[in-house]
């Protein structure tokens, strides 16, 4: 594979992304690359979606990303995201997971908007959760858009950083997957794992080297190096970890649409690398775009 454009990291608004599946595939197509990753949050909602929508020349993995927790040595619960590629969404164990942590979204989300209802803020939760698919994962970024709309912040990243980020009044936290079973369900259900931005420092404590390696052992595949939120420091010591353990390294952007100032394509996973991935996968097909018959 030369000259591909890989992307292994977007959302849609199934989750928390602002463009539907059918236009998410579009952009993807309109930006040069050949090859997108739909790794909504916690939901596998969107594949069908995407697949029929796909555009001659532009192929789609199949994937999610996956709400997990670690314990550091120090006994600190770390918030860690782990993305699943190409596995059998049907799996009974991912799909009861699945639908546990959807759950616990719109619970989370009621209880958020509860509080800053009670405080005057104008946010409704039934209104928010009318506006999404009755089995939609829903967050804080609903959450954010709300209170744009209600002119209360101008940008999502605002109502982060006044409103619903970590540590402030109105934050309530979520009990996420261990790791440990995140990688052993999609094991199970043929997929491959990826560590999404694991050094983003922004996002709070990282995860060890040595629990990275022993995750390697378990059987995640690889590590997603090159993040808009990653520095050259972090990508470098990235790097050399998934050598050094024998981890695929990946590129993506983490693409959100509106929701965030990152572009689609905006970082790419190698192509020998995205074989290796493919190589590794047994649980769904990589879906490609083909010319449909003209009526």
Avoid at 87 to 102: G, S
Avoid at 224 to 249: F, N, T
Wanted: hydrophobic share 40%.
């Amino acid at each position: 594979m030369v000259d591909v454009r890989i992307d292994l990291h977007t959302h849609s608004a199934v989750s928390d992304g602002t463009d539907s599946p059918t236009e998410l595939v579009r952009l993807a197509a309109e930006s040069g690359l050949d090859v997108l990753a739909l790794t909504d949050h916690d939901t596998t909602a969107g594949w069908a979606e995407a697949t029929e929508a796909l555009p001659p020349g532009l192929s789609l993995v199949p994937g999610a990303e996956l709400s997990c927790e670690a314990v550091s040595a120090d006994g600190w619960k770390v918030s860690v995201h782990v993305l699943a590629y190409l596995f059998d969404p049907a799996a009974p164990a991912l799909v009861a997971e699945q639908r546990r942590l959807r759950q616990e979204r719109r619970e989370r989300l009621r209880a958020m908007a509860d509080r800053m209802a009670a405080d005057g803020l104008p946010v409704d939760a039934d209104e928010i959760l009318a506006g999404l698919a009755p089995d939609a994962p829903a967050g804080r970024p609903h959450l954010a858009r709300a209170l744009v709309r209600a002119g209360v912040v101008e940008t999502v990243n605002e109502a982060f950083d006044r409103f619903l980020g970590s540590g402030r009044g109105y934050y309530v936290p979520r009990t996420d997957t261990p790791v440990e079973t995140a990688v052993d369900m999609i094991a199970e259900a043929g997929g491959v794992t990826v560590l999404a931005h694991p050094f983003a420092a922004s996002r709070g404590p990282a995860l060890s080297e040595e629990t990275i390696a022993a995750l390697a052992e378990r059987g995640l595949a690889g590590v997603e190096v090159d993040h808009p939120e990653h520095d050259l420091s972090a990508r470098e010591r990235l790097r050399s970890l998934a050598d050094e353990l024998g981890l695929i390294r990946t590129g993506s952007s983490d693409y959100h649409g509106t929701n965030k100032t990152i572009s689609i394509g905006q970082e790419t996973t190698d192509p020998e690398q995205f074989e290796a991935l493919l190589e590794r996968a047994g649980g769904a097909s990589l879906r490609t775009g083909v010319r449909r018959a003209v009526p």
